[in-house]
């Protein structure tokens, strides 16, 4: 007879967090709805634009003041990231854009045209966040934030390029030591005339 392993509580309350997370991020794949969330508090980033946050499902029990602490760490990681990544004449370099990000999500972003004006051809001229909303579902265990999904909806001027771009999707995030991180994503950008 084989001797049955048991996890530690710690580890298998890491590693439900880690699968309801998971779970959260993908069933928030389906379903592309254009409405953008709307917010129970608005804060103002670097870009003086509002962020309209709110606090959408809660999964697991979470006291409230743990919840709302847990929107406003998130909300601040995705106004740092956004106004890096798309806001002014030098975010085409999106210098600090990613310092919230994992090394493999960050090795992943600076790649892609979807996270940051980095790779766009041209000249962006004073880019410009016009719009910004985050809602931020959450997953609790034993009366802790234990992972998140923030659905981002961003509207970014670009006068150089005559345009006005939309980013939209979603970031995967986990706390860690000195904050929220996030390790995945799944962010698109639509291009449309100014």
Same mark, same amino acid.
């Given at each position: 007879?084989?001797?049955?392993?048991?996890?530690?509580?710690?580890?298998?309350?890491?590693?439900?967090?880690?699968?309801?997370a998971t779970v959260l991020g993908?069933?928030?794949?389906? %379903?592309?709805?254009?409405? $953008?969330?709307?917010?129970?508090?608005?804060?103002? %980033?670097?870009? &003086?634009? $509002?962020?309209?946050?709110?606090?959408?499902?809660? !999964?697991? +029990?979470?006291?409230?003041?743990?919840? @709302?602490? @847990?929107?406003?760490?998130?909300?601040?990681?995705?106004?740092?990231?956004?106004?890096?990544?798309? &806001?002014?004449?030098?975010?085409? =370099?999106? +210098?600090? /854009?990613?310092?919230?990000?994992? =090394?493999? /999500?960050?090795?992943? @972003?600076? +790649?892609?045209?979807?996270?940051?004006? !980095?790779? #766009? +051809?041209?000249?962006?001229?004073? $880019?410009?966040?016009?719009?910004?909303?985050?809602?931020? &579902? #959450?997953?609790?265990?034993?009366? !802790?934030?234990?992972?998140?999904? @923030?659905?981002?909806?961003?509207?970014?001027?670009?006068?150089?390029?005559?345009?006005?771009? !939309?980013?939209?999707?979603?970031? #995967?995030?986990?706390? /860690?030591? %000195?904050?929220?991180?996030?390790?995945?994503? =799944?962010?698109?950008? %639509?291009?449309?005339?100014?």
């Amino acid at each position: 007879m084989r001797p049955r392993v048991v996890p530690s509580p710690r580890v298998r309350s890491a590693l439900m967090a880690l699968v309801l997370a998971t779970v959260l991020g993908l069933a928030g794949c389906s %379903g592309d709805k254009d409405d $953008a969330p709307k917010g129970d508090r608005a804060s103002s %980033g670097a870009s &003086d634009v $509002a962020t309209n946050a709110r606090l959408g499902r809660v !999964r697991g +029990k979470l006291a409230k003041a743990k919840a @709302a602490k @847990a929107l406003t760490a998130i909300t601040t990681v995705v106004e740092r990231w956004s106004d890096a990544a798309y &806001d002014g004449a030098g975010s085409a =370099d999106a +210098k600090g /854009a990613f310092a919230a990000f994992s =090394d493999d /999500a960050r090795a992943l @972003a600076v +790649k892609q045209t979807a996270l940051s004006n !980095r790779r #766009l +051809k041209g000249d962006i001229g004073d $880019a410009a966040i016009t719009r910004r909303a985050v809602r931020v &579902d #959450l997953i609790a265990a034993r009366n !802790r934030p234990a992972g998140a999904t @923030a659905r981002i909806v961003l509207t970014v001027e670009l006068p150089g390029l005559d345009r006005t771009d !939309r980013i939209r999707g979603r970031l #995967l995030l986990t706390p /860690a030591k %000195g904050g929220w991180k996030v390790f995945g994503f =799944d962010v698109r950008r %639509g291009e449309g005339a100014s």
